[in-house]
Nanobody, 114 residues
Framework: QAQLVESGGGVVQAGGSLRLSCVSS????????MRWHRQAPGKERELVAS???????DYAPSVKDRFTISRDTNKNTLYLQMNSLKPEDTAMYYC????????WGQGTQVTVSP
């Protein structure tokens, strides 16, 4: 079992920044990697960023060069630094493990106003 708790969401104007956090009850290295997903109302869930245990990262084209995924292994915490936010980034953001089974957090809402 594992529990993930996200935080850091909020309301921000376009062009602003937010940093999301995801605290895991287990070492991040006990999974095969970590991911951030998002889901906007009426849309399917989208994979935003991935981080594997070797430190390799991958991003959706829509967020590349604006978002950065990182981790602090001492704190069992995954981060998503989001810069140059756009209204289309508005969504519920979830962290998830790369594992079987997959563990999900409860989500944190990000709202970007024009």
């Amino acid at each position: 079992q594992a529990q993930l708790v996200e935080s850091g969401g909020g309301v921000v104007q376009a062009g602003g920044s937010l940093r999301l956090s995801c605290v895991s009850s287990r070492s991040l290295f006990s999974f095969n990697g970590m991911r951030w997903h998002r889901q906007a109302p009426g849309k399917e869930r989208e994979l935003v960023a991935s981080l594997d245990n070797s430190g390799n990262t991958d991003y959706a084209p829509s967020v590349k060069d604006r978002f950065t995924i990182s981790r602090d292994t001492n704190k069992n915490t995954l981060y998503l630094q989001m810069n140059s936010l756009k209204p289309e980034d508005t969504a519920m953001y979830y962290c998830a493990t790369v594992s079987k089974p997959t563990y999900w957090g409860q989500g944190t809402q990000v709202t970007v106003s024009p």
